[in-house]
């Protein structure tokens, strides 16, 4: 089958919430079963919309979607090998939160066909994990990891943060030596950001953060450090040993379709883009409702010409191997050396971007501020590339 998709499904529950938090999560266990009832109504829905499609990775996100029991696990699991055509050799990533998993859980869930997890460590700090109000401690986490390894787990990303409350740039060491000396196969590091209508952001002003020097210092040891232990940097925030990277990630920089479903779960399915509201009670009556009208889509809308321009130029960039200007004509016929050549030209002098040929990429420093760099290239010219996108103008 030529037609390949992703599928995310979105397990909004957490034993409690963290504070920095801003992901769409509920902590009401009473709610897990009819919710999977109502996942496995949804993706009935699809079965047959979908059947022209292979599925070749699932991720399974939350969340933590490892609070639900055993027995509902494997109830979604089923639901969604008998839903769509899974591939033989499909990725199957589930996120687990240390604390909620052990070795006879995750050799179960490992026959059952998941094949990745993915474990958030955050910090090798205690006192970092306590400051972030995790559930668990270092230890735990520790225990998790060899727990999932007993389990023959061979594919396994480790979650780390930096900037936390109380972090130094010695305790990030720490964290980072921690996360090398047990060798997953991939690393995702992240930064912290205050996210708005969250109780970090609600206590800002006593939050004893680091400042953006060390911040940077923190990303560019991480970068390092992982480097030097042979994982490869193929994007921002991501590195993995060679044939590790995370496909289901690369379907979304890389502009693939792909399906989410679950209250504030997106998907990019023929050409249109949308997400469901954050909103579970609403999401449960629709699926058992199905002859009643329940809006509960949030966003939908069409794909521009111009943002499909904007979407793959942001997407590309956040990959380690950048913008290829000769691929970027093929799909657009455009000339994006023209449109952006002379803007990006300061970047590249100041060593925030590098061109190699017909490839445009950040360097390290640009990858850290590469938010303000391409929200930034795409105010530059938004007109021009509105002129051309339409026919006005041609390059
Ligand atoms: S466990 Fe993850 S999803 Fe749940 S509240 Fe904490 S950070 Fe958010």
Partial sequence: MENKLGLYIHIPFCSSKCAYCDFYSITEPKKHQRYIDSLILHMEDYSETLDNYDIDSVFIGGGTPTVLSKKLMITLLDGIFNNFNITKDAEITLEANPATIDTGILKRYRSEGINRLSIGMQSSCDNELKALTRIHTFDE???????????????????????????????FKMSLDAVCDLQPEHVSVYGLKIEDNTPFAEKIETLVLPDEDEEYAMYEMA???????????????????????????????????YLGLGPAAHSYLNDCRFSFRRDMDLYMEAMEKIDTEYDILDECYNITPKERVGEYIMLQLRLNQGLDTERFRE??????ERIYGKYLKIYVENDFMKKDKSTYSFTTKGRYVSNYILSAMLDFDSNIISNIVNGTDKS
Wanted: hydrophobic share 35%; net charge negative.
């Fill in 141 to 171: 986490f520790e225990e998790s990891f060899r727990a999932a390894r007993k389990a023959k787990f061979d594919n396994i990303n480790i979650d780390l943060m930096y900037g936390i409350p109380e972090q130094t740039t010695a305790s």
């Fill in 331 to 336: 799909l657009f016929n455009l000339n994006f």
């Fill in 223 to 257: 970068v390092n450090t992982l480097t030097q232990q042979d994982y490869v940097q193929y994007e921002i925030s991501n590195f993995a040993r060679p044939g590790f990277e995370c496909r289901h990630n690369l379907k979304y920089w890389n502009c693939k379709e």
